[in-house]
């Protein structure tokens, strides 16, 4: 399986995300390519390197008004409990197991990012959000409901099935 490797098509044009996204696949390359001698221990740099990732884009999503149970940041527990799992289980020599998350995780990570992190990035932006300094330059932008969905098009409630629907399938 090919290694993933950082290309325009993962740049979102927010430096703060995308130096971080860099580095998830710089960090996730040497995972792949790792000896069993240095697999844990770069396998637990990645992990950390995620949770890091992820609680900064929680957090970004926090200060522009999406509700902290969205999908995307539920999408971010969701991965980051598997590779805590990950590191259990290859801690206890099963690094076949940590090797197959690592291949998922390349084959995860540029649909999450140009799906979920694009529609982050580009609420980001459209508030004048400062990643660096948490600062909202157009606060009247902010919504007023917090977002419950990823914050993509597809995910509005317009674009939701009506409850009647729901109840009638």
Not at 13 to 42: K, N, S, W, Y
Not at 81 to 104: N, Y
Not at 123 to 147: C, F, K, N, W
Not at 160 to 169: G, I, L, M
């Amino acid at each position: 399986m090919p290694t993933l490797q950082w290309s325009d098509t993962l740049a979102l044009g927010l430096p703060a995300m995308d130096d971080t996204h860099h580095e998830f696949v710089g960090l996730l390359a040497q995972v792949v390519h790792a000896t069993d001698d240095t697999l844990m221990p770069l396998w637990r740099l990645l992990v950390s390197h995620t949770d890091a990732h992820f609680a900064r884009e929680d957090r970004w999503m926090q200060d522009t008004g999406f509700s902290g149970a969205n999908c995307h940041t539920t999408q971010h527990q969701v991965v980051l409990q598997v590779m805590i799992e990950g590191d259990k289980r290859g801690t206890a020599g099963e690094l076949a197991v940590v090797r197959q998350m690592a291949d998922e995780l390349g084959n995860w990570f540029p649909m999450h990012a140009q799906a979920m992190d694009a529609a982050l990035a580009l609420h980001l932006q459209s508030r004048g959000y400062d990643p660096l300094t948490g600062q909202v330059a157009m606060p009247q932008t902010l919504p007023t409901e917090a977002i419950h969905g990823c914050g993509g098009a597809t995910c509005s409630p317009a674009a939701a099935p009506s409850q009647d629907h729901a109840v009638a399938a």
